[in-house]
């Protein structure tokens, strides 16, 4: 269907650079269309000085809402007027929304990962949980671990700093969880079994679907459910590895749809009903097949 636009049409974008693969235009306008809302959204790509002056225009250009992508998730962070208490926990804007006097920033990608995971039926209050990367994804997971009360998180990455660095930040919020720091090598000294894996890492994304972050089975035997935020392939090569052993094995598009749609309620100050969650998914899933990238934590 055709988007009227006309003098009452609100504007929302998304801030990055790279902007041009992103599903989020498809999400939002297709949410505003079947909601009523004079409402579109397309992307502005921005040049990296240029973006603390990109949100004080949009403000005043009286734009609605933006998204925030990489590389911009903490570089917006000088021209906003505020910050929620889970973007300044995971020290990461991807929403911006209107106040009085400027931009605020928020975050909506742990509570896309928080619904993708409460949809799966896994739960994370008292559980061993191993977190798979330190880059922004594993930034929001981490704080969500701590929200819901995980009882301990291994976070294991490549560069062992960057995972002390993830560790020591949250732990500094949440006291009820234990975050330990590993090289992604050390995984053969986690102890026991029934963990949740979350695999944060851009590893067997689309093209190299055969790869995964571990290969070795003996990993995937100490899981009860293994998280990819990739989901383009549908099936990566992590989750395949954690079928093969009998684990519950979901992927990140949910993550992109909820911090999508939580980002989308916040600027219209409604509720996506039910039944336009899922016709919404399905149009995501028709974008899909042979795109260029993508996952979860990103837009
Ligand atoms: P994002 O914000 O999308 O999470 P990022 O901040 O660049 O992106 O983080 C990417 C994550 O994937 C990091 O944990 C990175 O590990 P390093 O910190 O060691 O770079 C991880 N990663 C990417 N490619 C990887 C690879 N080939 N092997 C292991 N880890 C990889």
């Known amino acids: 269907m055709a988007v009227m636009i006309d003098g009452k049409t609100r504007v929302c974008g998304l801030l990055g650079n790279p902007v041009e693969h992103s599903f989020s235009p498809a999400i939002h306008n297709f949410l505003a269309e079947q909601m009523g809302l004079p409402m579109v959204y397309t992307t502005f790509c921005v040049e990296p000085e240029r973006i603390v002056q990109a949100v004080q225009g949009g403000f005043a250009l009286n734009i609605l809402g933006f998204n925030v992508t990489v590389p911009y998730k903490q570089a917006v962070t000088p021209a906003l007027v505020g910050l929620d208490a889970a973007a300044r926990g995971i020290g990461a804007v991807n929403t911006l929304v209107r106040q009085e006097d400027g931009f ?21 209050k008292g559980k061993r949980v191993v977190l798979l990367g330190a880059g922004g994804a594993a930034n929001a997971a981490a704080y969500l671990c701590g929200y819901e009360q995980a009882a301990e998180v291994y976070i294991l990455n490549r560069t062992v700093h960057r995972a002390e660095e993830l560790a020591g930040k949250m732990q500094t919020q949440f006291a009820a969880t234990g975050y330990r720091a ?7 000294k986690i102890p026991g079994r ?6 944060t ?3 067997g ?4 679907t055969d790869e995964a972050l571990i290969e070795e089975d003996a990993f995937y035997q100490k899981l009860s459910a293994a998280v990819d935020v990739v989901y383009n392939p549908e099936v990566t090569g992590f989750m395949r ?15 992109l749809l909820f911090q999508a749609i939580a980002a989308f309620e916040l600027w ?26 993508k996952r ?4």
């Open 104 to 124: 605020a920033g928020y975050n909506t990608d742990w509570l896309g990962l928080q619904k993708l995971l409460a949809r799966s039926g896994i739960a994370l």
């Open 182 to 188: 590993m090289a992604l090598s050390d995984w053969t």
């Open 194 to 199: 029934d963990r949740v894996a979350l695999q």
């Open 201 to 203: 890492t851009s590893v």
């Open 205 to 208: 994304l689309y093209p190299h």
């Open 241 to 255: 590895l954690a079928q093969k052993h009998g684990v519950q094995a979901v992927n990140g598009l949910d993550m």
């Open 268 to 293: 219209n100050g409604c509720e996506v009903p039910q039944a336009l969650v899922q016709k919404t998914e399905a149009v995501l899933k028709a974008q899909l097949p042979g795109a260029a990238t």
């Open 296 to 299: 979860g934590g990103r837009r």
